[in-house]
């Protein structure tokens, strides 16, 4: 499966961005989706995951109550809605799906978009 981000930007502190992964294939329902999230010499972290069918989520404590993913799987795409965005989650974000368990590690996840940068400005 390949997988293209977009949706980042440039945002005030407070506000809002809805990043979107879409991806190619026709299996895009069987796979675990995932996003990640990379600032300046920072390690690749955990954001947040989604099953195949939408009906199970998990999110680092970082985001929870902020932070909303969900997936359509008839459009091949996977969303994360950002609320109330702080300085501090801005990063590179990155979209990631694996056929296998719903995981928090980036070593499980086998596929992985080409990043979209979100920058939160105080």
């Known amino acids: 499966v390949q997988l293209q981000a977009s949706g980042g930007g440039w945002v005030q502190a407070g506000g809002s961005l809805r990043l979107s992964c879409a991806a190619s294939?026709?299996?895009?329902?069987?796979?675990?989706m995932a996003w990640f999230r990379q600032a300046p010499g920072k390690e690749r972290e955990f954001v947040a995951v989604i099953n195949w069918s939408g009906s199970s989520t998990n999110y680092a404590d970082s985001v929870k109550g902020r932070f909303a993913i969900s997936r359509d799987n008839a459009k091949n795409t996977v969303y994360l809605q950002m609320n109330s965005l702080k300085p501090e989650d801005t990063a590179v974000y990155f979209c990631?799906?694996?056929?296998?368990?719903?995981?928090?590690?980036?070593?499980?996840?086998?596929?992985w978009g080409q990043g979209t940068q979100v920058t939160v400005s105080s």
């Open positions: 990631a799906a694996d056929l296998n368990i719903i995981s928090t590690s980036t070593l499980a996840y086998d596929y």
């Open positions: 294939g026709r299996t895009f329902r069987n796979y675990v």
